[in-house]
């Protein structure tokens, strides 16, 4: 075989204009993404990108793989479809808060559940950005939108306690415009199985700064808890870390120098529901990074398995399919004669 | 090609009187095994060389109260030495294994019929159960058909008396009682029936011992007791029909292996995504034991995702269908028009049921004609076809893989309740004598610096399918409005108009490869023609024979290529004076044929969830031709 050539973030740009608004974080997470495919080693050609509808499902367009731009809240269903097809290829699902939880939250779960190899990037942006700005079932209560003028009133779904419900195997977070996407989505992308991202993503028309609360410089060492495995949950610029409160059962806010502040496990999945679900209000900061790694068998792995082990030895004779069942012959025209 | 249908020879036509046939019904409770007293009696009945028709009509409920007349299951059979090309539009031979199954069916009984009834379930329960406020065997009400009784349930408990099983499991071999009898009365072989209890109770000898031995006793008791002139022994003849093999076989089934060849002879492996649905399902069962073909079955969360999972299958290379009934294919309805843009090719089928909504789930109706022909958003033509019978079925499915893949396009194949259930004898197919259809998949990756062309045209107008994992093909594709040609996102008008109009062109090119309208009885033009499509197609093909003998002008046309007819349809049309439209429906195609044809083609409606008789048909006829 010739010597691969390295790509480069070009090489996995289409020529396609980017149509997003200025401004906008998906540029800084298609940039990531394009920056990310290089070192992942997939060809392009075995690279599908599935997206449902949205403003971030028309991140397809823009990479130089093979794309699926379909239908609203359907692209794990569509995603299922292509890698059962094909197991080969390296799926990656492109979705929203509204395309995902919303009309597609049946197959987010369904897909999660199943454990399929992908990835699926869930840009949540707690807004409806193509429809104009309706609030979205990530939206917090109180959100003025077009549709609420006077406020939201139903409580959000938080995407990682789904995912983490629903049955995924790695659920991870991240932000649009943070240094560490990168990695995150290396990681995402190691694990066999469905990995589930959510990245915080800003909109700068309908929901501008909705997550500054946490991602602005100013509140970022304070506010996010960026996890390694192995090593401690420290924040605050190292001066804070996380500890359990074992008689409660829930997680505090330690001095960093505690003897009891916890050391990140991947595979820890009550520690991850806590993480996940880590309280604002209460001055914690925001779980980022893998949260939850425990690998299982994949979907299409058990399909294809149970496919070769059922038809092994059988030949695929369809003379005999048609003749099958209980059958008789008739040797001349019963009247004929 | 194997002909799928019992098309009536020239001969059998004029034939007079008509030769023999006839038309048995078995009816019980839901528990009672009546579907598989029925099966069984069917399967005998081809193995003696009858042609048959079978009409399997159960309740929606699995289980409903015991003795009610909504818990009623029955199974009919029509069968003789002639062509027999539907269920029978009355029944000859009724046997009642309870008053309820009495009180539904025996309405439908012809004058002078002979109802036997097992008179060991008609107690005072049973009867109030059923709505009768007297024992309607002991009083005169019954006076219009022939009467034998019997306590079959008491026969039974005796025979298989040895075997020791409990008092409800020995009474549940009492269909086999019933069916012993009948094997006797038709001069049937048991000895099928006995192969198959053994191989299905191989693992508990003992339940297959005492089945076999109420079946001998029904069988004994029918030789050895004297029960009256009307139970008498009937021999009908085998019927004419080409030398062969053959084979039972129910329109699920054949649809099931049709899909099968369909996909191989393409070339292709197949993704089956589907949901389960009344009276769909079975399909799905049928396809998820024949992994050995290249079969990926995918039971979806839901209707959507199991079309889009056969998209996405279709995207990535392999053949994508679904199946589905109405309430399923509205579901499916958006992501039918995702695969009408990207132009993938798709196979939808649709076991109709009564609707609208959940509507009558396990009766039958051709109503969703309208919806596989309009039934989407946008201007979203796509190919239609519709079989005719269980047997056509596999002829049907094999044509709508090829022009799913030729042409690239989903395609909606119709079928419904009744053939999904219903059996008929099938001569086996030569498979060499289908022409396979190779895909070709698109792999010329272009010069650097050209783009890829993902939305050009070939000479049927049908574009390139590209499989991801093609190097130098990497190329977009999605629901929104492309470019010609280059598939870019383009939403001009020039775009729309000519996307819009090149989507229709491909559609309507499919004519050019399909043969053209056949008159499958009488003549072409003349005074009329009854235009059928679906499983309507028996009883038209009866009533028009039955007409003809009296001598009248009428000719029989079944349309099994519904988007786009053949070419030479509306000449064909155009030929008759009149045209009826026969349809379990409120006159859908009626609508399509006056649409595209501008001719005055006359509905005749039914939406009672049953199949037509040949009664109505005729009469039908006759009221246009007085
Ligand atoms: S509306 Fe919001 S999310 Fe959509 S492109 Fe514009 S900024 Fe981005």
């Given at each position: 075989?010739?010597?691969?050539?390295?790509?480069?973030?070009?090489?996995?740009a289409s020529d396609q204009e980017v149509r997003w608004c200025?401004?906008?974080?998906?540029?800084?997470?298609?940039?990531?993404?394009?920056?990310?495919?290089?070192?992942?080693?997939?060809?392009?050609?075995?690279?599908?990108f599935v997206s449902g509808i949205g403003c971030?499902s028309r991140f397809p367009y823009y990479m130089a793989?093979y794309g699926f731009h379909t239908i609203h809240?359907?692209?794990?269903?569509?995603?299922?479809?292509?890698?059962?097809?094909?197991?080969?290829?390296?799926?990656?699902?492109?979705?929203?808060?509204?395309?995902?939880?919303?009309?597609?939250?049946?197959?987010?779960?369904?897909?999660?559940?199943?454990?399929?190899?992908?990835?699926?990037?869930?840009?949540?942006?707690?807004?409806?950005?193509l429809t104009?700005?309706?609030?979205?079932?990530?939206?917090?209560?109180?959100?003025?939108?077009?549709?609420?003028?006077?406020?939201?009133?139903?409580?959000?779904?938080?995407?990682?306690?789904?995912?983490?419900?629903?049955?995924?195997?790695?659920?991870?977070?991240?932000?649009?415009?943070?240094?560490?996407?990168?990695?995150?989505?290396?990681?995402?992308?190691?694990?066999?199985?469905?990995?589930?991202?959510?990245?915080?993503?800003?909109?700068?028309?309908?929901?501008?700064?909705?997550?500054?609360?946490?991602?602005?410089?100013?509140?970022?060492?304070?506010?996010?808890?960026?996890?390694?495995?192995?090593?401690?949950?420290?924040?605050?610029?190292?001066?804070?870390?996380?500890?359990?409160?074992?008689?409660?059962?829930?997680?505090?806010?330690?001095?960093?120098?505690?003897?009891?502040?916890?050391?990140?496990?991947?595979?820890?999945?009550?520690?991850?529901?806590?993480?996940?679900?880590?309280?604002?209000?209460?001055?914690?900061?925001?779980?980022?990074?893998?949260?939850?790694?425990?690998?299982?068998?994949?979907?299409?792995?058990?399909?294809?398995?149970?496919?070769?082990?059922?038809?092994?030895?059988?030949?695929?004779?369809?003379?005999?399919?048609?003749?099958?069942?209980?059958?008789?012959?008739?040797?001349?025209?019963?009247?004929?004669? | 090609?194997?002909?799928?249908?019992?098309?009536?020879?020239?001969?059998?036509?004029?034939?007079?009187?008509?030769?023999?046939?006839?038309?048995?019904?078995?009816?019980?409770?839901?528990?009672?095994?009546?579907?598989?007293?029925?099966?069984?009696?069917?399967?005998?009945?081809?193995?003696?060389?009858?042609?048959?028709?079978?009409?399997?009509?159960?309740?929606?409920?699995?289980?409903?109260?015991?003795?009610?007349?909504?818990?009623?299951?029955?199974?009919?059979?029509?069968?003789?030495?002639?062509?027999?090309?539907?269920?029978?539009?009355?029944?000859?031979?009724?046997?009642?294994?309870?008053?309820?199954?009495?009180?539904?069916?025996?309405?439908?009984?012809?004058?002078?019929?002979?109802?036997?009834?097992?008179?060991?379930?008609?107690?005072?329960?049973?009867?109030?159960?059923?709505?009768?406020?007297?024992?309607?065997?002991?009083?005169?009400?019954?006076?219009?058909?022939?009467?034998?009784?019997?306590?079959?349930?008491?026969?039974?408990?005796?025979?298989?008396?040895?075997?020791?099983?409990?008092?409800?499991?020995?009474?549940?071999?009492?269909?086999?009682?019933?069916?012993?009898?009948?094997?006797?009365?038709?001069?049937?072989?048991?000895?099928?029936?006995?192969?198959?209890?053994?191989?299905?109770?191989?693992?508990?000898?003992?339940?297959?011992?005492?089945?076999?031995?109420?079946?001998?006793?029904?069988?004994?008791?029918?030789?050895?007791?004297?029960?009256?002139?009307?139970?008498?022994?009937?021999?009908?003849?085998?019927?004419?029909?080409?030398?062969?093999?053959?084979?039972?076989?129910?329109?699920?089934?054949?649809?099931?292996?049709?899909?099968?060849?369909?996909?191989?002879?393409?070339?292709?492996?197949?993704?089956?995504?589907?949901?389960?649905?009344?009276?769909?399902?079975?399909?799905?069962?049928?396809?998820?034991?024949?992994?050995?073909?290249?079969?990926?079955?995918?039971?979806?969360?839901?209707?959507?995702?199991?079309?889009?999972?056969?998209i996405?299958?279709?995207y990535?290379?392999?053949?994508?269908?679904?199946?589905?009934?109405?309430?399923?294919?509205?579901?499916?309805?958006e992501a039918i028009g995702l695969a009408v843009m990207t132009e993938l090719p798709l196979?939808?089928?649709?076991?109709?049921?009564?609707?609208?909504?959940?509507?009558?789930?396990?009766?039958?109706?051709?109503?969703?004609?309208?919806?596989?022909?309009?039934?989407r958003n946008g201007d979203a033509p796509l190919?239609?076809?519709?079989?005719?019978?269980?047997?056509?079925?596999?002829?049907?499915?094999?044509?709508?893989?090829?022009?799913?893949?030729?042409y690239m396009t989903p395609?909606?194949?119709?079928?419904?309740?009744?053939?999904?259930?219903?059996?008929?004898?099938?001569?086996?197919?030569?498979?060499?004598?289908?022409?396979?259809?190779?895909?070709?998949?698109h792999?010329?990756?272009p010069?650097?610096g050209e783009g890829v062309m993902p939305y050009a045209r070939n000479e049927d107008l049908a574009r390139p399918w590209i499989?991801?994992?093609?190097?130098?093909l990497e190329h977009r594709i999605g629901g929104i409005e492309k470019a010609p040609v280059s598939g870019n996102i383009d939403y001009s008008p020039e775009a729309h108009a000519e996307m819009t109009r090149l989507r229709a062109a491909k559609v309507a090119n499919v004519?050019?490869?399909?043969?053209?309208?056949?008159?499958?009885?009488?003549?072409?033009?003349?005074?009329?023609?009854?235009?059928?499509?679906?499983?309507?197609?028996?009883?038209?093909?009866?009533?028009?024979?039955?007409?003809?003998?009296?001598?009248?002008?009428?000719?029989?046309?079944?349309?099994?290529?519904?988007?786009?007819?053949?070419?030479?349809?509306?000449?064909?049309?155009?030929?008759?004076?009149?045209?009826?439209?026969?349809?379990?429906?409120?006159?859908?195609?009626?609508?399509?044929?006056?649409?595209?044809?501008?001719?005055?083609?006359?509905?005749?409606?039914?939406?009672?969830?049953?199949?037509?008789?040949?009664?109505?048909?005729?009469?039908?006829?006759?009221?246009?031709?007085?």
């Amino acid at each position: 075989m010739n010597e691969v050539v390295k790509l480069t973030a070009k090489d996995w740009a289409s020529d396609q204009e980017v149509r997003w608004c200025p401004g906008c974080g998906d540029y800084a997470v298609l940039k990531a993404v394009q920056r990310t495919m290089p070192d992942l080693g997939t060809a392009r050609e075995k690279t599908v990108f599935v997206s449902g509808i949205g403003c971030s499902s028309r991140f397809p367009y823009y990479m130089a793989s093979y794309g699926f731009h379909t239908i609203h809240g359907r692209a794990p269903a569509v995603a299922t479809g292509v890698k059962l097809a094909n197991p080969e290829l390296d799926v990656w699902i492109i979705t929203g808060d509204g395309d995902a939880l919303s009309i597609g939250g049946n197959h987010t779960m369904h897909l999660l559940r199943r454990n399929l190899d992908c990835q699926l990037l869930l840009f949540n942006n707690e807004i409806y950005g193509l429809t104009k700005g309706q609030y979205s079932p990530t939206s917090r209560i109180g959100t003025r939108t077009p549709s609420t003028p006077f406020g939201s009133v139903d409580r959000p779904a938080n995407p990682c306690s789904f995912a983490l419900g629903a049955g995924a195997r790695f659920i991870a977070r991240a932000i649009d415009v943070h240094k560490s996407l990168p990695d995150v989505l290396k990681d995402a992308h190691g694990h066999r199985g469905a990995s589930f991202v959510e990245i915080f993503q800003n909109c700068v028309v309908y929901n501008d700064d909705v997550f500054a609360s946490f991602t602005a410089k100013e509140f970022a060492a304070d506010r996010q808890l960026w996890l390694t495995q192995g090593e401690k949950m420290l924040f605050g610029g190292g001066t804070k870390g996380i500890s359990f409160d074992r008689e409660r059962m829930v997680l505090t806010i330690v001095d960093a120098a505690d003897s009891g502040v916890l050391v990140h496990d991947r595979k820890n999945r009550t520690l991850a529901q806590l993480l996940i679900e880590m309280p604002a209000t209460a001055g914690f900061p925001v779980a980022l990074g893998v949260i939850y790694e425990d690998p299982a068998p994949t979907f299409e792995s058990a399909v294809l398995d149970q496919n070769r082990t059922i038809a092994a030895g059988k030949k695929p004779d369809l003379q005999a399919l048609v003749a099958k069942g209980q059958s008789w012959q008739v040797e001349k025209e019963p009247r004929a004669e | 090609m194997a002909s799928a249908t019992h098309l009536i020879t020239d001969d059998e036509a004029h034939a007079r009187p008509p030769l023999e046939s006839m038309v048995v019904r078995f009816a019980g409770d839901s528990g009672d095994g009546m579907q598989l007293t029925g099966g069984q009696f069917t399967l005998s009945t081809a193995l003696a060389g009858n042609d048959l028709a079978t009409f399997p009509d159960f309740p929606a409920e699995i289980r409903a109260p015991q003795g009610t007349t909504f818990g009623v299951s029955a199974f009919q059979i029509n069968f003789g030495s002639t062509a027999i090309d539907t269920a029978g539009d009355q029944p000859d031979v009724l046997v009642a294994m309870n008053p309820a199954a009495l009180k539904v069916n025996v309405k439908s009984l012809r004058d002078g019929g002979l109802i036997i009834a097992d008179e060991g379930e008609f107690t005072s329960r049973n009867l109030t159960k059923a709505g009768y406020d007297a024992n309607p065997l002991d009083d005169d009400s019954l006076a219009r058909w022939q009467l034998v009784r019997f306590n079959i349930s008491q026969l039974t408990l005796d025979a298989v008396k040895p075997f020791g099983l409990g008092n409800k499991e020995a009474l549940r071999c009492k269909n086999m009682w019933t069916l012993g009898l009948a094997l006797w009365m038709f001069d049937r072989s048991r000895q099928p029936i006995v192969d198959w209890l053994t191989t299905k109770f191989a693992k508990a000898p003992q339940l297959a011992e005492a089945n076999i031995a109420a079946l001998n006793a029904g069988h004994a008791y029918g030789e050895t007791v004297e029960m009256g002139a009307s139970v008498r022994q009937h021999h009908i003849a085998a019927a004419p029909v080409e030398p062969g093999l053959y084979r039972t076989v129910t329109g699920a089934e054949s649809l099931a292996v049709g899909l099968v060849a369909g996909a191989q002879l393409a070339g292709l492996d197949m993704l089956f995504g589907s949901y389960p649905i009344t009276p769909a399902s079975p399909l799905l069962h049928h396809l998820s034991r024949l992994k050995e073909f290249g079969i990926t079955t995918f039971q979806a969360e839901d209707e959507i995702a199991a079309i889009c999972a056969a998209i996405g299958a279709s995207y990535a290379g392999k053949l994508g269908i679904t199946s589905s009934s109405g309430p399923g294919i509205a579901l499916k309805t958006e992501a039918i028009g995702l695969a009408v843009m990207t132009e993938l090719p798709l196979v939808i089928v649709n076991s109709q049921r009564g609707g609208p909504s959940t509507g009558l789930p396990t009766k039958t109706e051709q109503s969703d004609l309208y919806q596989a022909v309009y039934g989407r958003n946008g201007d979203a033509p796509l190919p239609v076809i519709a079989a005719r019978s269980p047997a056509d079925a596999f002829d049907c499915a094999i044509e709508a893989c090829r022009i799913a893949t030729r042409y690239m396009t989903p395609v909606m194949l119709l079928t419904d309740g009744y053939i999904a259930n219903a059996a008929e004898p099938w001569k086996v197919p030569e498979m060499s004598g289908y022409a396979p259809f190779p895909v070709h998949f698109h792999d010329d990756a272009p010069p650097v610096g050209e783009g890829v062309m993902p939305y050009a045209r070939n000479e049927d107008l049908a574009r390139p399918w590209i499989r991801p994992g093609t190097p130098g093909l990497e190329h977009r594709i999605g629901g929104i409005e492309k470019a010609p040609v280059s598939g870019n996102i383009d939403y001009s008008p020039e775009a729309h108009a000519e996307m819009t109009r090149l989507r229709a062109a491909k559609v309507a090119n499919v004519a050019h490869s399909i043969p053209d309208q056949q008159v499958c009885l009488g003549n072409e033009g003349g005074r009329l023609a009854v235009v059928g499509w679906g499983s309507t197609f028996g009883p038209i093909h009866q009533a028009v024979r039955r007409a003809r003998l009296r001598g009248l002008d009428v000719a029989h046309i079944h349309i099994r290529h519904i988007a786009p007819m053949p070419k030479n349809m509306s000449v064909l049309l155009k030929g008759y004076e009149h045209i009826l439209v026969p349809e379990m429906n409120s006159g859908q195609l009626k609508t399509i044929l006056r649409d595209q044809f501008l001719v005055d083609a006359c509905p005749l409606a039914k939406t009672t969830g049953q199949p037509f008789t040949i009664a109505e048909i005729e009469a039908a006829i006759e009221g246009m031709l007085r």
